[in-house]
């Protein structure tokens, strides 16, 4: 099955300065790959997400990039705020029958 | 509209009740799923409903486990003779086919 693996485990940011999340998946046959944010104790809710057709997603101050030959994708937050703080998700699937996640990147954004 | 909604949002039982978690999905939405999330970790498959179908139970730890969608709408989720390692977040998600998840609350079980 996918192995997805996630860095760093913790992220610690100044407000404003831009904050950078990578995955690796393993399963080359993967074709969607999710974002989400979890708050504590909330839901996870899904922030941005990205197909294998294209290499590149944005919206406002979140984009994901995709390499697929090298089999990682990568979140990134600019102009980071106190609220961007929580538990950041990513996900693999080949199906959308199966989410595999990574084991999160909690992001500390200090005002 | 409204979103996945589980009950109980938390649960104590003592090691060997049986539990069960109930998930309201989103009006419409074929495609049903349980997760598991322990402390810290990011959330593990459990299994995968299709309309009323169970497709995939491979994530099932132990046959303690039993999930059920009769109506194609709302599941439970149950477990027998809880243990202290099925303390964790369940949660519930629902999409309409072929597109992201989309999860509710979760209910966090805490077996003493």
């Known amino acids: 099955g996918e192995n997805v693996e996630q860095h760093p485990s913790t992220l610690s940011v100044q407000e404003g300065d831009s904050a950078v999340i990578k995955c690796t998946y393993s399963?080359?046959?993967?074709?969607?790959f999710p974002w989400y944010k979890q708050e504590l104790g909330k839901r996870p809710q899904l922030i941005i997400d990205?197909?294998?057709?294209?290499g590149e997603k944005k919206d406002q101050r979140i984009a994901v990039t995709l390499n697929k030959t090298a089999k990682h994708f990568s979140l990134h937050i600019t102009e980071t705020q106190p609220e961007d703080s929580a538990v950041y998700f990513c996900?693999?699937?080949?199906?959308?029958?199966?989410?595999?996640f990574g084991s999160g990147t909690k992001l500390n954004v200090k005002p | 509209g409204a979103g996945v909604s589980q009950s109980p949002r938390y649960k104590v039982a003592k090691r060997g009740q049986d539990v069960a978690l109930r998930c309201d999905p989103i009006?419409?939405?074929?495609?049903l799923f349980w997760y598991q999330q322990a402390l810290g970790q990011g959330p593990e498959f459990l299994t995968y409903?299709?309309?009323?179908?169970?497709?995939?139970k491979s994530g099932l730890p132990s046959d303690r486990f039993f999930a059920e969608r009769p109506e194609g709408s709302v599941s439970t989720l149950k477990i027998q003779r809880t243990q202290q390692e099925d303390s964790a977040v369940y949660l519930c998600?629902?999409?309409?086919?072929?597109?992201?998840?989309?999860f509710g609350p979760g209910t966090r079980l805490t077996v003493l």
């Open positions: 990205i197909r294998s057709n294209v």
């Open positions: 399963d080359s046959a993967s074709n969607y």
């Open positions: 998600a629902s999409s309409p086919s072929t597109d992201t998840q989309y």
């Open positions: 409903f299709q309309n009323e179908a169970q497709l995939d």
């Open positions: 009006s419409g939405h074929v495609s």
């Open positions: 996900a693999a699937t080949d199906n959308f029958n199966k989410f595999y």
